[in-house]
C-alpha cells in the first residue's frame, strides 16, 4: 500500500478493500509525481476551524461548535516552517477564507449551530501563519478555492504546474479543491500532517482516497524537501 500514512489510513479499511488493494492493478503502485513550479494552497486556517484557546476537541466545540481542535493547532504548527520553505523557495502562497454565509452556505447545518461564543473573528486567519504582504487572500463561496475565485487564473499566469495543499478539513474543502485541480491537469501535492478534520475517519479516508485517485499526500518534510529541490531563488 503506498503513502507515508499508510499505516493511519489502513485502520479504516475493511478486509475486503485491503484485499483489492492487493489483488487489482487499479491500485495505485507508484506516486504520481509533481512538477518543478509550485504554488501552496493554504485552506480555511481560520479561527472558527480551530477554536481558541487551543484544546481538546470535545472541549472546544463547546465555544467553537465547528473546531478542529488540538489536532487542527498541530496541522498549523507542522505548516509555519512549510510556509517558511514556500517563501524561501520563491513559490507562491495563496490562502482562502469563507465569505460571509448569507453569501453562500454550502453546509447545510443553520447558522445558528455554528456561531462560536467568542469574541475573536471566526474567519480570520490564526495569527501563527497569517499572510505575508506579498501573499494572496482570496475568499471563497463554495468549498472548492476554484470555485468563485480567480486561482486557476492567478495559477495559470504564473505557469504553475504543481500545488501543494495544506488546511481543512480533510474531507471537505481540501478534497474538492484537490479533485478540481486535478480536473484542470495540475500535479497535486496534499501535505497530509498539515491537513485536519472534525472526524479521524473521514481525515484518514480522504487522505487514502485521494493519494488513490488524484494526488500524492506527502509529509511536511517531503514537501518541505520538494520545495528546496525545485527553489526559484538563485543564490547570489
Not at 465555544?63 to 514556500?86: F, H, I, K, N, Y
Not at 502562497?93 to 467568542?118: C, D, E, M
Not at 468549498?143 to 488546511?167: M, N
Request: with cysteine.
Amino acid at each position: 500500500m503506498t503513502g507515508p500514512f499508510a499505516a493511519e489510513w489502513e485502520k479504516y479499511l475493511t478486509e475486503r478493500d485491503r484485499a483489492l488493494l492487493t489483488a487489482t492493478s487499479w491500485a495505485k503502485r507508484s506516486p504520481f509525481g509533481l512538477g518543478d513550479n509550485v504554488a501552496v494552497l493554504v485552506v480555511d486556517l481560520y479561527y472558527a476551524a480551530l477554536g481558541l484557546p487551543q484544546q481538546d476537541i470535545l472541549d472546544a466545540v463547546g465555544d467553537w461548535p465547528s473546531a478542529c481542535g488540538e489536532d487542527g493547532w498541530a496541522a498549523v504548527d507542522r505548516t509555519v516552517p512549510l510556509l517558511r520553505a514556500a517563501r524561501d523557495a520563491g513559490a507562491p502562497v495563496i490562502y482562502f477564507h469563507a465569505t460571509p454565509a448569507r453569501y453562500g452556505r454550502w453546509n447545510r447545518k443553520p447558522g445558528s449551530a455554528l456561531a462560536p461564543k467568542s469574541t475573536v473573528d471566526p474567519n480570520a486567519i490564526v495569527s501563527e501563519v497569517e499572510p505575508w504582504a506579498d501573499d494572496i487572500v482570496l475568499e471563497k463561496i463554495g468549498p472548492s478555492c476554484f470555485h468563485g475565485t480567480p486561482l486557476d487564473t492567478i495559477l495559470r499566469a504564473g505557469g504553475h504546474d504543481t500545488l501543494l495543499v495544506a488546511g481543512e478539513a480533510t474531507s471537505g474543502c481540501v478534497r474538492s479543491t484537490v479533485v478540481d485541480a486535478c480536473t484542470r491537469g495540475y500535479r497535486v501535492g496534499v501535505v497530509g500532517d498539515c491537513c485536519f478534520d472534525r472526524f479521524e475517519a473521514s481525515h484518514w479516508l480522504s487522505l487514502f482516497d485521494l493519494d488513490q485517485k488524484y494526488a500524492d499526500v506527502l509529509t511536511a518534510e517531503a514537501a518541505i524537501g520538494h520545495l528546496r529541490q525545485t527553489s526559484r531563488r538563485t543564490v547570489a
